[in-house]
């Protein structure tokens, strides 16, 4: 090898270990990008008794507004098998009972938040082929004994009509609210009411009403007129929608701000996981071996 080659060679040789530095460098932000998908998945639920077996009919999706026979005190619910539920994807389930006007949608009039619960379902609650000896999560809300409905809907949200994070509307058939978002089936029922009405006392009038002494009579052959029966407002056709697919939380997680370089802009986020090591180090060997190309130049040149 000629003395003019000399530098070129090590310049080569630079060049080769800066391009190996940076291999772990994109390799680290390819694998930082890649997250898991969650989707939306399907949830079912049964009604099970004190006694901790099932009432009614066994796991389903049904939807639609029910009429109870047995309050659903307790319903355990999974989500339903044959999907696949990425690692870290959790869907939150509630249970809320309401007291009401009324033992249906239609006549529920103003509701009150009376009990709530929530689970969070992941990959662990799918259910399989052959679960026996499985146990599920459960939701457990007071029973009414009164009118009331009770909600199974899929977040964690109390519709309680209080404002700020994590609370909602409350339902309200005559204003056309329809909460809980997520609904996926409710019951209604009761045979009393909750808080009964006090009758309110006729306002006493200055002068007793004078009652004739004698019934007026109609003409003869006329024919009183027929009694106009009060207007009738039609119910609402349909409930309020339902649906068993339920989204995943959206929540983001607790990341901590990243932090400014007192030197200079702020540097490029890697992952906890990125290489720093062999980056420092290759760093170090392109600046040991241009010093080295540098030394030999110079030396060539006297020589």
Known sequence: ????????????LAATAFAAALVPVLGAGTASATTAECNAATVQYRIV?????????????????????TVPGTVQVRLAPGQTVADG?????????????GPNWYTSGHQTM???????LTKDDVAGSDDKGR????????????????????????YDGKTGTGHGPLPYQPGNVNTPYHLIAAWNGGDKECTP???????????????PATPSTPPAGSTPPAETPPPTTPAPSTTPPTTP????????????????????????????SAPVGAIAGGAAAVVAI??????MGRRTRRS
């Not at 090898?1 to 080569?12: G, H, I, K």
């Not at 901790?52 to 109870?68: E, M, P, R």
């Not at 009405?197 to 009652?211: L, Q, R, Y």
């Open 197 to 211: 009405g006090t009758p309110e006392s006729p306002t006493p009038s200055e002068t007793p009403p004078t009652t």
């Open 114 to 120: 009376v009990d709530k619960a929530t689970v969070y």
């Open 135 to 158: 146990t599920w999560q459960k939701l457990s809300v007071k029973s009414p004994d009164c009118y009331g409905q009770i909600d199974l809907y899929g977040d964690d949200i109390a």
């Open 49 to 69: 008794g004190a006694d901790g077996n099932v009432v009614g009919a066994d796991w389903t999706s049904q939807g639609g507004f029910l009429q109870w026979t």
């Open 89 to 101: 994807c959790t869907y939150p389930v509630s249970l809320a009972e309401y007291t009401t006007e």
């Open 290 to 295: 241009g010093a080295g190309a540098l030394y």
């Open 1 to 12: 090898m000629s003395r003019s080659q000399e530098p070129r060679t090590l310049a080569a």
């Open 245 to 272: 697919d339920v989204p995943p939380m959206t929540t983001p997680p607790n990341t901590p701000e990243p932090k400014s370089s007192p030197s200079g802009p702020p540097l490029a986020e890697t992952g906890s």
